[in-house]
Each structure stands twice: as structure tokens, then as C-alpha cells.
């Protein structure tokens, strides 16, 4: 039984480009959440999705970050025209009852 | 909006030692969990509780809800190294799936 995925799991990008993120949750969970973490900080709530369905992205900044979880196929974060602002850890969770965390994408921006 | 506080923020101990880290908000949670995170890891799952008063140990960790739902408390008898990383809680609101996360507490246990 397989736990959340998350790849890549080190991503690095140039300022200016896209960042893809993909987490594909455990099997049977239908709902999947982002966070983000920086350094020495917690857990960032950024946007919580059903299956072709955005519930809540009231954590998730108004410009160049989307997300969607298609009816097949992975959860995807995707943040355009990274900045330096933007490295951090994102980490996807699926839930059942409660919250099963993937390892995460370290996203480096240079 | 329900916010979680968390404290202390950091704490640093030596092998053997007691302690005791509070999580804590003016709201209601319907449950709430404790995460445990290592550098470079996602969190893990320590445990959910969900009754008022509610107490649950976990080998040399116990864990305690607070009457009114709003607050937790961790205790750790006897730190080990393995101990050291970040601890997490987590409240479920009231609306539906609404996780929010306290800041965490980062715990050191030197041999």
C-alpha cells in the first residue's frame, strides 16, 4: 500500500521559469492538500482539492501559483515565472481521517 | 480564522530528561494531531485525538487533548536522541476537512 508521492523531489529552476510539482495521493484518498515550509518554519496551508474540484485556495498566492487535480493522473502545483521567493519545501497530503504526508519537493529557484 | 500556537518554539534537552510541549488555540477543533518531522522528510503521524479529555500514549510518549477541545499537550518520559525534530500539531476545524498547523516546537535531545 503504497504512501503519498511526491516527484521531483529536488527541483531546481532558473528565476523566470516554470515549476511543476506532482503528488499522486494514497490509494482510495480522494482529497489532496499543498503546503508550503520554509527553513526553520511550519507547515503553510496553500490549497485543498478534490478530483476536479478546488475547495479551498484561500492559502494560495493570487498570481502565478495554480492547481489542479485531474479526474486521472497526479495532483499538480505549478508556480510560473519562479522567484527566488519561491524556493521552499512543498509538501502534498492526502486524507482519509487524517493527513498522510508525502516527502515533499524541495524547489531551489536560482 | 483558527490559529494554532505552539510552545516553546525551541527546545534543547539532554538524553534522560522530561518534557512537555503545549499546543494551543482560542477555537474548537473537532480533533487534532501530532506530526513529527526530520530534516529533509515529510511529517509523520504520531496520533489523533479526538474526545475532550481525552489521553493517549504512545510508548514514552503521551499525548493529551483538553477538555474543551481547544488545547493539547505532549509529554516525552525519558528523551532519547531519536527524538530530536520538529513537532507538529495540527487541528481539524469545524467546516469540514480544514487542517491548520501550529508553527511546531523544535526539540533537540543530546546524548
Known amino acids: 500500500n503504497a504512501g503519498v508521492m511526491q516527484n521531483p523531489r529536488h527541483l531546481v529552476r532558473r528565476r523566470g521559469q516554470e515549476a511543476r510539482l506532482r503528488c499522486s495521493p494514497m490509494?482510495?484518498?480522494?482529497?489532496v492538500y499543498w503546503y508550503r515550509q520554509l527553513p526553520e518554519e511550519g507547515l503553510k496551508f496553500m490549497v485543498y482539492?478534490?478530483?476536479?474540484?478546488?475547495?479551498?485556495e484561500s492559502g494560495m498566492p493570487k498570481e502565478r501559483f495554480s492547481a489542479e487535480f485531474p479526474k486521472e493522473g497526479p495532483s499538480i502545483l505549478r508556480i510560473q515565472q519562479v522567484v527566488r521567493g519561491d524556493s521552499a519545501a512543498y509538501f502534498c497530503?492526502?486524507?482519509?481521517?487524517?493527513?498522510?504526508f508525502g516527502p515533499g519537493t524541495r524547489l531551489t529557484v536560482t | 480564522t483558527q490559529l494554532l500556537e505552539q510552545s516553546p518554539q525551541f527546545l534543547s534537552i539532554q538524553e534522560g530528561e522530561n518534557l512537555t510541549v503545549y499546543c494551543n488555540s482560542s477555537?474548537?477543533?473537532?480533533?487534532l494531531q501530532w506530526y513529527r518531522q526530520e530534516p529533509g522528510e515529510g511529517p509523520v503521524l504520531l496520533v489523533t485525538?479526538?474526545?475532550?479529555?481525552e489521553v493517549k500514549k504512545l510508548k514514552r510518549l503521551t499525548f493529551q487533548f483538553g477538555d474543551a477541545r481547544k488545547d493539547s499537550s505532549l509529554h516525552i518520559t525519558a528523551a532519547q536522541p531519536g527524538d530530536t525534530g520538529l513537532y507538529l500539531c495540527?487541528?481539524?476545524?469545524?467546516?469540514?476537512?480544514?487542517?491548520?498547523f501550529g508553527p511546531g516546537t523544535r526539540l533537540s535531545v543530546l546524548p
Open positions: 495540527a487541528g481539524e476545524g469545524s467546516y469540514g476537512q480544514n487542517f491548520v
Open positions: 490509494k482510495g484518498h480522494s482529497h
Open positions: 482539492l478534490q478530483k476536479e474540484n478546488i475547495i479551498d
Open positions: 485525538v479526538v474526545t475532550g479529555g
Open positions: 477555537s474548537v477543533f473537532s480533533s
Open positions: 497530503a492526502s486524507s482519509g481521517a487524517t493527513l498522510q
